[in-house]
């Protein structure tokens, strides 16, 4: 070291050294200073990779879930992309094992992704192959008809027409303003559209139990049939809390003829009984539920009972513990019902939702030609109290400016990746609306695999009104298919279904209560069939 410092330093001594040995001297401070810099570049990758251990899990392997944004270049709508990043102290290839087993499951996924939809859409060019021959059939019969009609027609033009005149006069001198309405309506009766039915279809519906809430789904199930399924026969599936008696059952069945399959499932485990859901709840969760609603022991609850506390959002909390089980149990449990593992869509009508005109166009072909995941008749509310918990559910993303697109009929929006401020906050405008939910169809495939997101936004929450159903369907459509998401009324549907008071969730019709309004405007006035008379019409709402 005395040596390479007279080097650098230089000195009398170093005079009579000779020039060999200052070159060797040069050689070996060169290969100091490369090995000075490989020892601190193994020291500073030494201390980053301590830092991580500490910050990591303390046990032998852990799993990080992180979920990003892709882009869709053609649409402004994200797509979730989650990767499973595992650490292990024990083997250092396990991280690989596990992406190479998520790239295999990622593949099997796909197969059988695109083996589903070849089938479907197999199976619509089909429909549509037959849809066109039938067209074709009936432009024949039609025409033939006509030229028979024209053809006998001339022979007795000038009879009939010298005939009926007097009789036609005295007729019309006769008619009060209600036949002459009801003549009005004949001549705008339309000729019956040919629908198309699909397989994988299903009507659902929910109650609580019997009794006026199973009279009321008679009600709202007959105008339906009349105004729409009797030119699809779906079946329907009835989702109650308490069990229904067979008799009640077998009325409707007859109501509604026996080519529609009726069926009726429970939406619990427990035949109803609300003391056996709660002792079935997780502990903490059990526990927050008797601090909520101020209670021991559930034997001091009954479904008519009301919590005030027991509120998880922006909705009064005196409301009856048997509502909030339908908004949980359409939020939550519905999607992965056994009842409805065989169906693709849903068409979803509440139990106070009645037609009241025939349904000139199909919604539910709508949205299966057009790979939709929702369609719905009307947006309301906005979720304010969730806001924090949906932003941090869904990718730390905020929705801004949502709206319809009143031509191409689907929803838009903007994402932000903040949480903005109040309403007056000018970088947010038209925030987050939720879809009506007393009437929509849905992919139920598409909100299958969207379950888990909404599971957060629940949490040790039992039996509370909000998240609920509304807030259900539209969270997994407006962030990652809203250009798939289709207004009704923009689309071109104008099906015209009284709830609460409103025509499709929008216009106060002149009558408020249905009762009245089927008195005054409903029936065989509004082009229903004759057979719509058999129709139990009991209840206003």
Known sequence: MAELQQVLVGGDKNHNKNQSQKRQMLILLSIALFCLICITRYNLTTKQFNDYSSSSSSSSSSKNRSTKINWDSRVTRPVAVTTTT??????????????????????????????????????????????????????????????????????????????????????????????????????????????TRYDDVVIVTKIHGPGKDWNRIMQSLCLLHYAYNSKVEYPILIFTTLPIPELEIQELQSLLGDKIQISVALDNNYNGSLPEMIYALPEKKRNTFFKNCNVTS????????????????????????????????????????????????????????????????????????????????????????????????YNNSFICDMKINTTTGYLERRLIDFIPGNYTDRRC?????????????????????????????????????????????????????PHKAFDMRSSGFNLKIFHNSRIDGKEKPKWPG???????????????????KICPIQFAS
Not at 514 to 532: R, T
């Open 86 to 195: 595992t650490t292990s102290t024990e083997s250092d290839g396990s991280s690989l094992i596990l992406s190479e087993q998520q790239q295999k499951d990622q593949k099997q996924q796909l197969k059988i992704d695109k083996r589903r939809e070849k089938k479907h859409q197999k199976k619509r060019e089909e429909r549509q192959q037959e849809k066109q021959r039938l067209r074709r059939q009936d432009k024949n019969n039609i025409t033939a008809t006509n030229e028979t009609t024209n053809s006998t027609s001339t022979e007795f033009d000038v009879v009939i027409n010298s005939t009926n005149s007097s009789l036609i006069l005295q007729e019309q001198q006769q008619k009060d303003p209600k036949q002459k309405q009801q003549q009005r309506n004949q001549k705008n009766r339309t000729t019956p559209t040919a629908f």
């Open 298 to 393: 559930p034997e001091e609850l009954e479904w008519n009972s009301a919590c005030p506390d027991n509120n998880n959002g922006d909705y009064p909390s005196n409301l009856l513990l048997s509502y909030n089980w339908q908004a949980e149990f359409r939020s939550v449990h519905i999607w992965n019902h056994h009842s409805l593992l065989n169906y693709k869509y849903m068409l979803w009508i509440d139990s106070d939702g009645f037609a009241t005109a025939p349904w000139k166009n199909d919604p539910v072909e709508y949205l299966i030609e057009n790979n939709g995941v929702v369609m719905f008749d009307n947006i309301q509310g906005s979720p304010r109290g969730l806001i924090t918990l949906i932003f941090q559910s």
């Open 514 to 532: 249905f009762i009245k309004h089927w008195k005054e405007e409903g029936g065989s006035q509004n082009n229903f069939p004759e057979e719509v």
């Open 429 to 481: 405008i038209d925030r987050l609306k939720t879809i009506h939910g007393f009437f929509h169809i849905t992919n139920l495939d598409f909100y299958r695999s969207q379950v888990t997101k909404f599971l957060p936004l629940l949490g040790d929450c039992f039996l509370c009104r909000s998240p609920d159903d509304q807030l259900a369907v539209i969270l997994p459509a407006i962030y990652y298919k």
